[in-house]
């Protein structure tokens, strides 16, 4: 893995607590924890994916197969580190059961790429049944690896869905003993009573659990849950409004939790705020693609957001590597 960065301590503690045990989660060549790496026609998860690029930045082309490939290609073209690490957008499912998507959409991603996350506006409440059969499928991680399933929080009544969810995939898990393939991944515009309401019920799980944020969010509410926050999600629109002081704004009409019609951030601002977590999260650039924007374009969004992401992530979540160790996590590919 990426250690100290994007380790995932809630699927750590809970590999521990199933008797699993750790294994290394990264491509590196040497693990600095000398720990076990699998190896053979699989991919990886979310411990380990320092960073990792939604892909519906880029208009959906062909089939999910196809699409991946694509990605990847338009991301090598401008030398995006960690090219072959895609976040799955599930509005791109098409005619395709959520089987046959995620299959065929990580089929290029076996033998040295990375799916953390699969992004969904699935509510915890009104499409439990989805989220259930998503988490029931057979993903092609390695063993012991997890991707996460990103849902969405509302209320009181998906906070009481999710809370059977994860009561479930943890009574599966240790009827097994073995990790869970997927793994739910929260985010909403909850209070912090209604996170703590999360907490209560959950009991000990709650160690477990896995939170996004994105520069909308409210940090102060968060604070006291920072250790339960695994993925930072950096938001982009056009290549022209992304600026060389860290000001991003969004366009008219681009969705986003939280953000509101043309919201703007700062990246150095945001990063910092998250500075103090003890465990670095998962970095996630997205921001979708609007109808009309060619392939040109957005790789030309992507690649002008590169140098301030470096920039301002190695200044603050990855301030404690050394400048080696940072070279060598920006100059993988997943």
């Excluded at 989660?25 to 690029?53: N, Q, T, W």
């Excluded at 996350?117 to 499409?127: H, K, M, V």
């Excluded at 860290?246 to 990246?267: H, Q």
Aim: charged content about 20%; proline content about 4%.
């Amino acid at each position: 893995m990426v250690c100290t960065i994007a380790e995932n301590a809630p699927l750590n503690r809970l590999s521990l607590d199933l008797g699993v045990g750790l294994q290394c989660h990264s491509l590196r060549k040497h693990c600095v924890k000398a720990l076990e790496r699998r190896e053979g026609d699989f991919f990886m998860g979310i411990p380990g994916a320092a960073l990792g690029y939604c892909q519906a930045l880029f208009q959906r082309s062909g089939n999910a197969y196809e699409h991946t490939i694509n990605v990847a290609r338009y991301l090598s073209e401008i030398n995006a580190p960690w090219s072959r690490s895609h976040e799955m957008f599930l509005g791109y499912q098409g005619n395709q059961s959520v089987e046959e998507f995620v299959r065929d959409g990580t089929s290029s991603l076996r033998s040295g790429g990375r799916m953390p996350i699969l992004i969904t506006g699935l509510n915890a409440c009104t499409d439990k049944a989805t989220i259930e059969d998503i988490t029931s499928i057979d993903l092609g991680v390695f063993e012991g690896e997890t991707s996460l399933v990103r849902f969405v929080l509302d209320g009181k009544d998906s906070i009481d869905a999710t809370v059977g969810i994860i009561s479930k995939l943890v009574q599966d898990a240790e009827a097994s003993q073995q990790m869970p393939k997927w793994w739910p991944l929260l985010q909403g515009n909850l209070d912090i009573k209604e996170w703590q309401y999360l907490q209560k019920e959950l009991g000990s799980l709650w160690n477990y659990i896995n939170i996004a944020v994105n520069p909308y969010a409210d940090i102060s509410v968060y604070e006291s849950i920072l250790n339960q926050v695994t993925v930072a999600q950096v938001a982009i629109g056009d290549a022209a409004n992304i600026h060389q002081d860290g000001t991003i704004i969004l366009p008219e009409g681009m969705v986003l939790t939280g953000a509101k019609p043309s919201a703007s951030y700062n990246i150095y601002d945001y990063f910092q705020s998250l500075s103090s977590m003890k465990d670095a999260p998962t970095v996630i650039v997205l921001g979708p693609s609007m109808p009309g924007w060619s392939v040109d374009q957005n790789k030309h969004r992507i690649s002008k957001l590169i140098p301030l992401l470096k920039d301002s992530v190695s200044n603050t979540l990855w301030s404690e590597l050394s400048g080696d160790a940072r070279k060598e996590v920006w100059s993988l590919v997943a």
